[in-house]
């Protein structure tokens, strides 16, 4: 008669489940137990249970198969919340077992007594109590489903003495959970409806997003037949921008101008397989097409004029045949010009600047996209790294770029790795971290020492909190608590057993990172780049360029008219994108 853990081990096992990070703790003794008696599970130790979320949100994206992660009771399982947040938000399956506190105890004020139903219930599309080991078997089983049929995050919320109870086997007749695949799109008077207003448009673009994944050439075979520019958010852009003569770079905050631009000139938007946030760059006088797989989450950007539910594969199949193909062009061959403009101003910025120091952030991630591997999986950090990640990585179909995109949290780049690597034990991954985020986490370094896991860590140090301070100069206001006082990064992973490297000469930046990448465990490579770097969004509103001006004025009144100076100098060969 076995444990509960270790029926547990069993169920996931049998899906496809083949390691579990976290972090042990008493309470989760029973689980960590069953996984150290398993010969097809392994325990992936992290430094913090957040990392232990991250890593797992990593696998799910990559593979979307169902990835776990494990906390102790209360600060144990507590610390997974932000890690689950990032999963739930970029809809990946991905299970939570969260030990608690003895049962008998709940609801007195024990010792590190928290209510996880409670916590975790905004995080999740699954989050329950097993108060029994008998209750086991069942709220398993649903907890996996929920995950892998809704692509969010499942709770189950164990005590540790039910981990510790026998349950027999004709007690847990659990089979495999695995997603299930189905054939999903609109129904015929919708498609009818779809092609009447794309074969009445005159100037047809292409919004995609990461509901793009496994339609590629169904998306270029439409594109063709419509003569549309593709614009991709950037949760589509390694489904999207490779391989495509349509292509004309990303819109938002981050893109290109000729994102923007395609978007704004269309009479007709067509969303596929995105959940776009911005409103002020959707077109103001288009008509607008969204095919989701979800329909609560049509039209909720922007008024649309039809809504359809279905996967952008199985849609766009239906949809062709009712299309009429396109013979005009131009408004393809502006976007595509455009796009081309933008793209070299853009190339233009990523170059060693006449050996001038800091270093250009652009040349650096410039210089990592030409020396990764042709099937790199890249991680990046929320704040100025996704910037260049978004701008700089080329996609070919075989590169993979995961990070937190709808949540936005700091310090996910090296957590996101350890998951991407521990996955893909053959593959090189890099990971694209800022020294706010790297020091935020530092600790989960020593996990790749001892996890022995090859990741890159390419840091972006300005000594600040940069994205930050963008925001700030945008607002008009002047920059405070942003600055950082960094260690030398290059000692501190040299001292934790990794490859460490610093440059602050640009001529230093290429042997520095082909040494890092051919080395065979973790490494770090840590640049000084440019702090006063602007990085100017596809359209600049009456509001941020008033925002600037008054940061302009307040700094000097500050005193801190050398601040402003840097920032004209590091910025007096931009070209600005129209």
């Known amino acids: 008669m076995a444990t509960v853990a270790q029926h547990i081990v069993s169920a996931l096992r049998i899906s496809g489940v083949t390691r579990v990070y976290g972090l042990p703790g008493d309470s989760l003794n029973g689980f960590t137990d069953a996984i150290r008696k398993s010969e097809a599970i392994t325990w992936e130790h992290v430094r913090h249970e957040e990392a232990a979320a991250f890593a797992a949100t990593a696998e799910a994206a990559l593979t979307g198969r169902l990835a776990v992660c494990a906390g102790s009771c209360g600060p144990g399982n507590l610390h997974l919340i932000n890690g689950l947040y990032d999963a739930q938000r970029n809809r990946?399956?991905?299970?939570?077992?969260?030990?608690?506190?003895?049962?008998?105890?709940?609801?007195?004020?024990?010792?590190?007594?928290?209510?996880?139903?409670?916590?975790?219930?905004?995080?999740?599309?699954?989050?329950?109590?097993?108060?029994?080991?008998?209750?086991?078997?069942?709220?398993?089983?649903?907890?996996?489903?929920?995950?892998?049929?809704?692509?969010?995050v499942a709770v189950v919320v164990i005590p540790g003495e039910v981990f510790l109870s026998r349950l027999g086997d004709?007690?847990?007749?659990?089979?495999?959970?695995?997603?299930?695949?189905?054939?999903?799109?609109?129904?015929?008077?919708?498609?009818?409806?779809?092609?009447?207003?794309?074969?009445?448009?005159?100037?047809?673009?292409?919004?995609?997003?990461?509901?793009?994944?496994?339609?590629?050439?169904?998306?270029?075979?439409?594109?063709?037949?419509?003569?549309?520019?593709?614009?991709?958010?950037?949760?589509?852009?390694?489904?999207?921008?490779?391989?495509?003569?349509?292509?004309?770079?990303?819109?938002?905050?981050?893109?290109?101008?000729?994102?923007?631009?395609?978007?704004?000139?269309?009479?007709?938007?067509?969303?596929?397989?995105?959940?776009?946030?911005?409103?002020?760059?959707?077109?103001?006088?288009?008509?607008?097409?969204?095919?989701?797989?979800?329909?609560?989450?049509?039209?909720?950007?922007?008024?649309?004029?039809?809504?359809?539910?279905?996967?952008?594969?199985?849609?766009?199949?239906?949809?062709?045949?009712?299309?009429?193909?396109?013979?005009?062009?131009?408004?393809?061959?502006?976007?595509?010009?455009?796009?081309?403009?933008?793209?070299?101003?853009?190339?233009?910025?990523?170059?060693?600047?006449?050996?001038?120091?800091?270093?250009?952030?652009?040349?650096?991630?410039?210089?990592?996209?030409?020396?990764?591997?042709?099937?790199?999986?890249?991680?990046?950090?929320?704040?100025?790294?996704?910037?260049?990640?978004?701008?700089?990585?080329?996609?070919?179909?075989?590169?993979?770029?995961?990070?937190?995109?709808?949540?936005?949290?700091?310090a996910c780049a090296v957590p996101h790795a350890i998951g991407a690597q521990t996955t893909y034990r053959d593959r090189q991954v890099v990971a694209l971290a800022g020294d706010g985020g790297v020091t935020m986490m530092f600790g989960e370094l020593l996990t790749l020492v001892q996890n022995n896991l090859p990741v890159k860590v390419v840091v972006f140090n300005n000594s600040s909190l940069n994205f930050v301070e963008l925001e700030m100069k945008a607002a008009g206001i002047v920059n405070f608590g942003t600055g950082l006082r960094n260690p030398d990064f290059a000692a501190v992973a040299g001292a934790v057993g990794m490859f460490g490297r610093h440059v602050d000469q640009p001529g230093d930046l290429e042997r520095a990172l082909a040494d890092a990448f051919a080395y065979d465990g973790p490494a770090m490579v840590d640049v000084t780049v440019a702090r006063q770097e602007l990085t100017i969004p596809p359209a600049i509103s009456a509001e941020q360029a008033k925002g600037f001006t008054v940061y302009a004025i307040k700094t000097i009144l500050a005193g801190r008219a050398d601040e402003l100076l840097d920032l004209v100098t590091t910025n007096v060969a931009r070209r600005i994108l129209d």
């Not at 614009?231 to 003569?245: F, M, Q, S, T």
């Not at 949809?319 to 005009?328: G, S």
Request: aromatic share 6%; with cysteine; glycine share 8%.
């Open 170 to 410: 004709d007690a847990w007749t659990m089979r495999p959970v695995v997603a299930t695949r189905s054939l999903l799109r609109p129904d015929d008077d919708s498609l009818r409806r779809a092609a009447d207003i794309l074969n009445a448009g005159t100037k047809v673009t292409i919004l995609g997003g990461v509901g793009v994944a496994g339609a590629h050439d169904e998306l270029i075979r439409l594109a063709g037949v419509l003569q549309a520019p593709v614009v991709h958010a950037l949760r589509g852009k390694e489904h999207i921008e490779y391989d495509n003569p349509y292509d004309v770079g990303m819109t938002g905050l981050l893109g290109f101008a000729s994102g923007y631009k395609a978007i704004k000139e269309a009479d007709v938007l067509l969303m596929l397989g995105t959940d776009f946030p911005y409103t002020q760059f959707y077109p103001d006088n288009a008509k607008l097409i969204q095919v989701d797989i979800r329909g609560s989450h049509l039209g909720r950007r922007a008024p649309i004029d039809l809504g359809l539910v279905g996967t952008v594969k199985d849609t766009i199949d239906a949809l062709l045949p009712q299309l009429v193909p396109k013979n005009d062009r131009d408004h393809l061959d502006r976007a595509r010009d455009h796009y081309r403009r933008t793209r070299a101003s853009l190339d233009s910025l990523g170059v060693n600047d006449r050996d001038r120091t800091p270093i250009r952030p652009e040349y650096v991630a410039r210089t990592v996209d030409r020396l990764a591997a042709d099937d790199a999986v890249f991680t990046f950090d929320v704040g100025t790294p996704v910037i260049w990640a978004a701008r700089y990585l080329t996609m070919n179909g075989r590169r993979r770029l995961t990070g937190s995109f709808t949540h936005g949290t700091m």
């Open 92 to 152: 990946v399956p991905v299970l939570a077992v969260a030990a608690h506190i003895p049962m008998a105890e709940i609801g007195s004020g024990y010792f590190q007594e928290t209510h996880p139903q409670d916590l975790f219930k905004e995080c999740s599309v699954y989050c329950e109590l097993v108060s029994t080991a008998a209750m086991a078997p069942r709220i398993l089983e649903m907890a996996m489903r929920a995950a892998v049929e809704e692509c969010g």
